[in-house]
């Protein structure tokens, strides 16, 4: 076998590798009307904010599915890595078309997973201890912070005490729409 070959016939293994991991999760997804949660989260992610009853549609379906069954999602979408082989599979699916895969980068993951909290709200208090340890994380600390400003006061104090442990010196401004150094 020639090396170019051995190339394409790893490039496919990658790829066909990628999409069984790909269609092995949106499977364990929650899911409402036939619709994974993912799904609801990229189109609320896509739907433009002037498009209210479609919001409102979709944020009824996310409220329906709820936090308990939500969160894991949630979790895994806020704590994906652009990694070099994620990069490598998007750059592929688009040049090739391959829209079965539908996978979104990391920086979209991790949006759709803010909306996600901002729509369950407090019903997502459950997840503030691993969101907290995810503030540790310089590539996931922003997300990770404005989920816990998603989910209001109880995620005040884990949050206070982690600024606290990290800084001394600085003040903590929390609401439900804004967390902040100030």
């Known amino acids: 076998m020639t090396r170019r070959r051995k190339s394409v016939a790893l490039a496919v293994a990658a790829l066909v590798l990628c999409l069984v991991a790909v269609l092995a999760s949106r499977t364990a997804e929650p899911r409402y009307r036939g619709r994974t949660l993912s799904s609801w989260l990229q189109q609320h992610w896509q739907t433009g904010s002037m498009d209210t009853q479609r919001v409102a549609e979709i944020e009824m379906a ?3 599915i709820g936090a308990e069954k939500a969160l894991p999602t949630l979790l895994t979408r806020l704590k994906t890595k652009e990694t070099p082989i994620r990069a490598w599979t998007i750059e592929k699916a688009e040049k090739y078309h391959i829209r079965l895969l539908h996978l979104n980068s990391a920086t ?27 503030l540790a994380d310089p590539e ?20 206070i005490q982690t600024h606290n442990d990290g800084n001394s010196k600085g003040h903590v401004s929390v609401n439900r729409w804004h967390i902040a150094d100030s």
């Open 62 to 64: 996310i409220r329906a």
């Open 108 to 134: 979209e993951c991790q949006l759709q997973g803010i909306v996600g909290f901002k729509v369950l709200g407090t019903n997502c208090a459950a997840a503030v201890p691993e969101l907290v340890k995810l």
């Open 140 to 159: 996931l600390a922003f997300f990770a912070t404005r989920c816990l400003g998603n989910i209001g006061k109880t995620a005040e104090g884990p949050l």
